[in-house]
């Protein structure tokens, strides 16, 4: 399915207009063809910007379409064949993105132009590059491993800085560099154990088994530590969900506003006006979260705000986190107590709401907040990542991807197995140790990428966009 033998096309900034937008040629003809694009003389100096213009043919294929050739002869009667200015870059693979020759014409960000110019380099022999294709040949020339890949789409999609950084340090390869070691040391341990194997005579010959159930109890360490991070990981990549619970009329929608920035949430002394799940995503200092307004929960014959009521509690089961508002300006009452109760094994933060007014009651564990001031909303933000066990300080390597996560848990219960193989010599022998080593071996170079099946591969690019 996948070929690297012919050069590939398309455009590689985002759709509409811009200041600049950017046409990606990769593979053997791209200087060819760009030559031919362009009415620069000679060959493109590598990892030079050259300044050009942009030509067409008036009899060339791409220029013959009903649609295209009144566009093109309006720019031929002003400029001959040329069509734009542009700035060429070529860079000679294998040191390019790709790993192949890699040519990027950066002209006016006119979608009229850019779709002429892919046009024009598909009539001269380029195809039309697929969702991730780009970034697929630098995975299939060597260029990065499918952890970095993947990390590339995620650093595209981010939407806050702390899941733009987390990307970023993977496709810098700290999480490639942490599970490369363990591959390595995986290998070695392999390698002694093949070993042993082939002098049957000499037993655990090439390592001893004291030291082997040592390195496997380090090796598990390490697993276990990158899967410990890996619950923090998915919530910095794929975001969480905050519901705001709590009585009617306690400052539900008021700190819901507060905290999204603008009256998204009707405010009114009436209770009952939330009646449905009002959601939105934010950015709390670079944790993703959508937050959940709910409908206030007490009892009521009134259909519309009794299914409010409902939707209510089915957010509260699945929401990462439950912030608890109770109005700090009044004495606790039953339902508040009976909510408390409700939330106790939650993952619950109290928040006391209008804490502009004189306090009724105080609670060392609550976070007082005023959403008329904004008073404690910052405090406030700071125990969410608190209560999501979320270090936004930290520097080490995180997985983050669903997929990576899998793997290295079929590595790590591997490696225990090998670990209970090891420790018992006398009954098990080292084929059983080797045979559990391999499984985990497997598992990682799946991560990596060295042994990923080819509906995999198709799976993970095509979420990629195109002229990535």
Not at 274 to 284: A, G, H, P, S
């Amino acid at each position: 399915m996948f070929s690297t033998h012919d050069t590939i096309v398309a455009i590689a900034t985002p759709p509409g207009r811009g200041g600049i937008g950017v046409v990606r040629l990769s593979g053997s003809s791209a200087q060819t063809i760009a030559s031919v694009l362009t009415t620069h003389e000679g060959l493109l100096a590598p990892r030079y910007a050259t300044f050009t213009k942009i030509r067409l043919k008036r009899d060339t294929p791409e220029t013959s379409g009903a649609l295209v050739a009144p566009v093109v002869s309006g720019f031929n009667r002003m400029h001959a064949d040329a069509i734009d200015q542009a700035i060429v870059t070529f860079f000679p693979g294998p040191h390019s993105y790709t790993g192949e020759d890699v040519v990027e014409l950066s002209a006016h960000g006119s979608p009229v132009v850019l779709r002429l110019i892919v046009r024009s380099a598909m009539a001269h022999g380029a195809r039309l590059a697929e969702p991730g294709e780009f970034t697929l040949r630098a995975f299939l020339n060597g260029r990065i491993d499918l952890m970095q890949a993947e990390s590339i789409a995620d650093l595209i999609e981010a939407v806050t800085p702390l899941q733009a950084r987390t990307a970023f340090d993977q496709l810098e390869g700290t999480l490639t560099e942490a599970i490369g070691a363990i591959d390595r040391a995986l290998f070695d341990l392999i390698a002694r154990l093949e070993a042993s194997i082939d002098f049957p005579d000499e037993g655990y010959h090439f390592v001893e088994p004291q030291r082997l159930v040592d390195v496997l109890d380090g090796l598990s360490a390490r697993a276990a530590a990158l899967l410990a991070d890996a619950r923090r990981g998915r919530l910095v990549r794929d975001g969480l969900q905050i519901a705001i619970l709590g009585k009617p009329n306690v400052g539900k929608s008021s700190l819901f506003n507060a905290l999204v920035g603008s009256g998204r949430a009707i405010v009114t002394d009436v209770p009952g006006t939330t009646r449905d799940l009002v959601t939105e995503t934010v950015d709390l200092d670079g944790l993703r979260a959508t937050l959940i307004d709910t409908a206030g929960i007490r009892d009521t014959n009134d259909i519309v705000e009794a299914e409010g009521v409902h939707r209510t509690q089915q957010a509260q089961s699945v929401s990462d986190l439950i912030l608890l508002v109770v109005n700090q300006s009044q004495p606790l009452d039953e339902a508040d107590r009976a909510l408390l109760g409700q939330t106790a094994d939650m993952n619950t933060l109290l928040v006391a709401s209008k804490g502009d007014l004189p306090a009724a009651w105080t609670d060392p564990e609550a976070v007082c907040v005023s959403a008329l001031t904004g008073a404690g909303l910052q405090a406030l933000r700071e125990r969410i990542a608190t209560a999501l066990d979320i270090d936004l300080t930290r520097d080490r390597p995180t997985i983050t991807n669903l997929r990576h996560i899998a793997l290295v848990e079929r590595a790590y219960d591997a490696l225990r197995r090998a670990r209970t193989a090891a420790a018992d010599t006398q009954a098990l022998s080292e084929e059983f140790v080797l045979a559990d080593l391999q499984d985990a071996r497997g598992a990682l170079e799946e991560v990596s990428g060295r042994r990923a099946p080819e509906d995999v591969l198709e799976h993970i690019f095509a979420r990629f966009c195109i002229g990535k």
